[in-house]
């Protein structure tokens, strides 16, 4: 079945900084990749996502980028601030009628101020 | 246009009793997975459902875990007999219909804590 690496599992770094987050996935025919972002206390919530039939999406301060060849996609945070500290998840799914995504183990990001 | 709600927010039960949980889809979504998290852990797939129709559920326990849809009324994720290691935090989530433009996208609840003394 499918599985998701994620890397680091912590990040930390200094206010204005960027920061990026890797993963890896073994399902080549994976074709939906959500970013989430977990605060203390509450549900994950979608910050970003990409599909396998573009290479790199941006949002302001968040981009993602996917390379379906090594089955890596990243998330990019340029100009961090204190606000963006939380877990992160990278996710994968086909999308094939049945969505059942597989999670990354999480990645903690703490920004200093 | 309300989120995904779960209830309740807080369960505490002792070994052996039942724990049910509950999600109601955001309006429109005909799709409801449940996930569940371990502290400093990621989110397992534990099952997904559509109306009356359990699609997937390959991540449930064999025992003790259930989970519907009914055709009226929220999801309930069913947890029979529970024990300490089931204490976790529950997560439901919802998307739209195949054909929506957002079909893919999962909507989270903000989840369950479930303690069992």
């Known amino acids: 079945g499918e599985n998701v690496e994620q890397h680091p599992s912590t990040l930390s770094v200094q206010e204005g900084d960027s920061a990026v987050i890797k993963c890896t996935y073994s399902d080549s025919a994976s074709n939906y990749f959500p970013w989430y972002k977990q605060e203390l206390g509450k549900g994950p919530q979608l910050i970003i996502d990409?599909?396998?039939?573009?290479g790199e999406k941006k949002d302001q301060r968040i981009a993602v980028t996917l390379n379906k060849t090594a089955k890596h996609f990243s998330l990019h945070i340029t100009e961090t601030q204190p606000e963006d500290s939380a877990v992160y998840f990278c996710a994968a799914s086909i999308g094939t009628g049945g969505f059942k995504t597989i999670f990354g183990a999480g990645t903690r990001l703490f920004v200093k101020a | 246009n309300a989120g995904v709600m779960q209830n309740p927010r807080h369960l505490v039960r002792r070994r052996g009793q039942e724990a049910r949980l509950r999600c109601s889809p955001m309006?429109?979504?005909?799709?409801v997975y449940w996930y569940r998290q371990l502290p400093e852990e990621g989110l397992k797939f534990m099952v997904y459902?559509?109306?009356?129709?359990?699609?997937?559920e390959s991540g449930m326990p064999k025992e003790r875990f259930s989970a519907e849809f009914p055709k009226e009324g929220p999801s309930i994720l069913r947890i029979q007999q529970v024990v300490r290691g089931d204490s976790a935090a529950y997560f439901c989530?919802?998307?739209?219909?195949?054909?929506?433009?957002?079909?893919?996208?999962?909507?989270f609840g903000p989840g369950t804590r479930l303690t069992v003394l």
């Open positions: 989530a919802s998307s739209p219909p195949p054909g929506h433009t957002l079909y893919n996208e999962q909507f």
């Open positions: 990409i599909r396998s039939n573009v």
């Open positions: 309006k429109g979504h005909s799709h």
């Open positions: 459902l559509q109306k009356e129709n359990i699609i997937d």
